[in-house]
């Protein structure tokens, strides 16, 4: 049978009061989850450019690092050098996990109300579409 708590959380004895944890605003979450977002996505676009190097992948990258370092306050993000050796990732593969790391930054940019941030994403996730597309039509 069900029986009442009749003791106070010991987390809460262990803290004193409840204003001893940090706290961050729903501001600074989504900051975090954004910036982890366009992280991850330029991580995926640096071993794009390792596989297949072009201008336009060149260029995101920059704008991708740019805005990470923006939303984690002037911390720039670890890159991965573009003549990484090992095993030829699958191109396809990469474009479809960078639409969709594109897509849950441009959801959660938008939450946030931050345009360039959504822009920027919305912007890549038309491009590796198109990657994918003109890589599904030469297979034909």
């Known amino acids: 049978m069900y029986e009442p708590i009749r003791t106070k959380s010991v987390h809460r004895a262990m803290a004193g009061t409840p204003h001893d944890f940090p706290r961050r605003s729903r501001e600074e979450e989504l900051d975090t989850q954004l910036a982890g977002h366009l992280d991850a996505l330029l991580a995926v676009t640096d071993e ?31 890159r991965a050098s573009a003549t990484t050796s090992g095993s030829a990732p699958c191109v396809t593969a990469l474009h479809r996990q960078a639409h969709a790391l594109a897509g849950r ?8 109300a931050d345009t360039v941030a959504a822009i920027l994403a919305a912007e890549r996730m038309d491009a590796h ?12």
């Open 129 to 140: 579409t198109a990657a994918l597309e003109s890589r599904e039509l030469a297979s034909r």
């Open 48 to 78: 794009l450019r390792a596989a297949a190097p072009s201008a336009d992948l060149d260029t995101a990258a920059e704008r991708l690092a740019e805005q990470v370092t923006r939303l984690r306050g002037g911390r720039e993000p670890a």
């Open 105 to 112: 930054a441009l959801v959660v940019a938008a939450s946030r």
